[in-house]
Antibody, heavy 124, light 112 residues
C-alpha cells in the first residue's frame, strides 16, 4: 500500500524551531518529487514547499522563504521540513504529499498521495 | 503569482441532483505541451485531501464517473452528475503550472 506518514509536530513557542518528517512506503520514493502543504485551523489549503526527486530544485512559498528548509533522504524514503523562527500564523496541520508523475519535467504536478498530517501549534 | 478563485463557496445540494463548481485562474494554465495544469481535490470531513481530477479532466484512480472536469485556459468546472451523501466535503481546485502552486478558497458541498 502506498503510504505517507508525517511526524514531528507539536507545541512550540514563537521564535522556536521544529523539524517535521514524512516517511514514504509502498513506492519508489527516490523517483518522486515531494511537497509540504499546510492547513490552518478552519482554513483552506496552502502550498508550503516542494523538492524535486533528486533534490536539484527546492521551492518555497514566500510566507516561509528564509525560515523553512526542505530536504530529503532517499536512502531512508524520508522527507523533512526544518522550520525556524516560527510564528503564530504557522499554526496548521502540515501534510506531506507526493507528485503524481515520477521524474516529471515541470516544477510541479498534481498531488496524488497525501499523508494524514501532523499538527504544529505556535503559541506562548 | 497565479490566483485561483472558486464559486460558489457554499453549495447545498439535494441527493440525486447535479452540482457544479467553477474555478477561475488569473493566468492561463496552458503549458506548451498542450495540457492545462488544473487539478481538483476533495477533503471529506476529518480526512486528508485527496486527488479527484488532474489535468482538467482525468479522474484519479478510484474516482466515480459521476465526477467530471472541463475547461481550458482560465475557466474550469467540476461537475457531479448525481450527488450522493458521501460527496460531502470541501472541494479545491489547484494550479500546478508554475511556482507557487495555488489552491482556490474551497467550496463546501453539503447535503440539503
Amino acid at each position: 500500500e502506498v503510504q505517507l506518514v508525517e511526524s514531528g509536530g507539536g507545541l512550540v513557542k514563537p521564535g522556536g524551531s521544529l523539524r517535521l518528517s514524512c516517511s514514504g512506503s509502498g513506492f519508489i520514493f527516490s523517483r518522486y518529487s515531494m511537497n509540504w502543504v499546510r492547513q490552518a485551523p478552519g482554513k483552506g489549503l496552502e502550498w508550503v514547499s516542494s523538492i524535486r526527486w533528486n533534490s536539484d530544485n527546492l521551492y518555497y512559498a514566500d510566507s516561509v522563504k528564509g525560515r523553512f528548509s526542505i530536504s530529503r533522504d532517499n536512502t531512508k524514503s524520508s522527507l523533512y521540513l526544518q522550520m525556524y523562527s516560527l510564528r503564530p500564523e504557522d499554526t496548521a496541520v502540515y501534510y506531506c504529499a507526493r507528485d503524481r508523475v515520477p521524474g516529471a519535467g515541470g516544477p510541479h504536478d498534481a498531488f496524488d498521495v497525501w499523508g494524514r498530517g501532523t499538527m504544529v501549534t505556535v503559541s506562548s | 503569482d497565479i490566483v485561483m478563485t472558486q464559486s460558489p463557496l457554499s453549495l447545498p445540494v439535494t441527493p440525486g441532483e447535479p452540482a457544479s463548481i467553477s474555478c477561475r485562474s488569473s493566468q492561463s494554465l496552458l503549458r506548451s505541451n498542450g495540457y492545462n495544469y488544473l487539478d481538483w481535490y476533495v477533503q471529506k470531513p476529518g480526512q486528508s485531501p485527496q486527488l479527484l481530477i488532474y489535468l482538467v479532466s482525468t479522474r484519479a484512480s478510484g474516482v466515480p464517473d459521476r465526477f467530471s472536469g472541463s475547461g481550458s485556459g482560465t475557466d474550469f468546472t467540476l461537475k457531479i452528475s448525481r450527488v450522493e451523501a458521501e460527496d460531502v466535503g470541501v472541494y479545491y481546485c489547484m494550479q500546478s503550472l508554475q511556482t507557487p502552486p495555488a489552491f482556490g478558497q474551497g467550496t463546501k458541498l453539503e447535503i440539503k
